[in-house]
T-cell receptor
Framework: AQSVTQPDIHITVSEGASLELRCNYS??????LFWYVQSPGQGLQLLLK????DTLVQGIKGFEAEFKRSQSSFNLRKPSVHWSDAAEYFC????????????WGAGTKLIIKP | EAGVVQSPRYKIIEKKQPVAFWCNPI?????LYWYRQNLGQGPELLIR????????DSQLPKDRFSAERLKGVDSTLKIQPAELGDSAVYLC?????????????FGSGTRLTVV
């Protein structure tokens, strides 16, 4: 079955510390991979996406993610978090042959300690 | 360029009342999606439109939910009658057919509270 797992429901990091949010997927073929961020009361904003090529992708707001095919993972990283990064982060995967039906993880809530 | 516009942002209604949400997608995006997001969960697809045609409504509770996209542009999602369990954020998203920015663009959502 196709699925996306974000193992951490909550993560708390200190401001200025590094961050890694985990995402593992189960899919029949190599999918397109996405990370979205949702601030409180807001819709979802695309942080970055992976289609093909370089497995390390850069996104907005200083985020990056690395696709590891052997581990079926697409972890999100940021070297130094800011208080404004406090939000919920969603990993999603989608088929390469059509532009719909993303499969979503349950999200990881990021809490920033001052 | 304007993003995906949704209204209202918030809605509080009593159970058994009807409610409607409106979405205007990004200009030129032929695909429109309605999602429901419960607290602490990822979005769940309710319905997907390709232009004016609903091509995937398998997750739409058709006994009380309905949607339309008459001219293939803006869309309305309706619940009648609403139940307590319908309290959630309703998100609209759109995407282009050969959009090089592949990936949905979401609106800010409508937070529905049924009391």
């Amino acid at each position: 079955a196709q699925s996306v797992t974000q193992p951490d429901i909550h993560i708390t990091v200190s401001e200025g510390a590094s961050l890694e949010l985990r995402c593992n997927y189960s899919y029949g073929a190599t999918p397109y991979l996405f990370w979205y961020v949702q601030s409180p009361g807001q819709g979802l904003q695309l942080l970055l996406k992976y289609f093909s090529g370089d497995t390390l992708v850069q996104g907005i707001k200083g985020f990056e993610a690395e696709f590891k095919r052997s581990q079926s993972s697409f972890n999100l990283r940021k070297p130094s978090v800011h208080w404004s990064d406090a939000a919920e982060y969603f990993c999603a995967v989608g088929p390469m042959d059509s532009n719909y039906q993303l499969i979503w993880g349950a999200g990881t809530k990021l809490i920033i300690k001052p | 360029e304007a993003g995906v516009v949704q209204s209202p942002r918030y809605k509080i209604i009593e159970k058994k009342q009807p409610v409607a949400f409106w979405c205007n997608p990004i200009s030129g995006h032929n695909t429109l999606y309605w999602y429901r997001q419960n607290l602490g969960q990822g979005p769940e697809l309710l319905i997907r439109y390709e232009n004016e045609e609903a091509v995937d409504d398998s997750q739409l509770p058709k006994d009380r939910f309905s949607a339309e996209r008459l001219k293939g542009v803006d869309s309305t999602l309706k619940i009648q009658p609403a139940e307590l369990g319908d309290s959630a954020v309703y998100l609209c998203a759109s995407s282009g057919w050969f959009d090089r920015n592949y990936g949905y663009t979401f609106g800010s959502g409508t937070r529905l509270t049924v009391v």
